[in-house]
């Protein structure tokens, strides 16, 4: 990887991100907006970050399209197999949160410019499309599932007309070069699914139509590793936990309810996180039926686009309801 890459649990100066004027495309019925990062100098404001490392399945073709390419990483909800959570993953999903709604905020308040008419936030986030992808619930393919891991989908640069990758380095674990492009090779032999990545990625432009808008991002330099670094660790914890039992004696949980424009929400401030459901007098801790939020070691994993917080401690303290 770059020696540029930032190590900090930040991954950029959001403030810093500026989009451009929108730009004519040869196919007329789309725009593009290209974004820069106004804390580099001037000649080298392309918008890339360096994801914390994680779980990847692989470069692999799109199933709807044999020419285009992805790679795929997923953060991390909860230890296993497919990675731990720390501060650096819960950070980055987070910030890459925010980013989404400034690009919705920043097309809310050109939608006038860009598509004609004043559209509301809510409008366009109907239609954004996310880079964050939660899975749709089983049962109900119209929600997401905020219980499973989220994963980012990054393009890979592949040209088909010479049949060439660009913009794609990757490197192993001992910082040898594996794949370099341009290239008529394919890179799928050097990332595999199940191993762990140091992803850079370059934030290229917002795209929109008359009725949708999304975000064109690849990923651009990959490092591969075998593990995340934290898992064989805690493997191996479960193995000592497996033959010596311990008596866990658990501290009292504090319980709190808010109550916002007539709507009641319950708060269980557990030692690892708050969870935030809604409440309905009468029911029990077992019955309580939406769960809209997460606070887990001081981060916001997710909550409904309709809810702010305010926590102080590591602990949620006060919730509204925004409009």
Known sequence: MSSSINTNTQLW??????FNAPKEQRNTHSKKIYINDASKPRNEQALKITLPRLFTFGVKPYKDNPF?????????????????????TECALQELLAF??????????KSSNYFGTNHSKEKMKSMFTPFIKFPKKKDNDSEKDYDTPPYVQCQVQYYSKDKTF??????????????????KNSPIPFVNEGQFVD??????????????????????????HSTQGLVQEIVEKKKIEEVVVVEVVEEEEEFQLFEIEGKSYYINNKNHGSFIYTFTEGETEDEIDEEVGVF??????????????????????????RP
């Open 100 to 109: 989404e709604n400034k690009i919705i905020d920043h097309m809310t308040h």
């Open 199 to 224: 992803c850079e990625v370059w934030f290229r432009n917002i795209w929109f139509t008359k009725t949708n808008f999304g975000l064109e991002f690849y990923a651009t330099q990959v490092k591969v």
């Open 68 to 88: 285009k390419y992805s790679l795929n990483v997923q953060f991390p909800m909860v230890a296993e197999a497919h990675g731990v959570p720390t501060k650096e």
């Open 166 to 183: 660009q913009n794609l380095d990757i490197t192993d674990e001992n910082n040898k070069k594996v794949f370099t492009s341009p290239s």
């Open 296 to 321: 887990c070691n001081g981060v916001a994993r997710f909550f409904q686009q309709y809810i702010s917080i305010t926590a102080g401690s590591g602990k949620v303290v006060q919730i509204e309801r």
């Open 13 to 18: 100066d959001l403030s810093k991100v500026q």
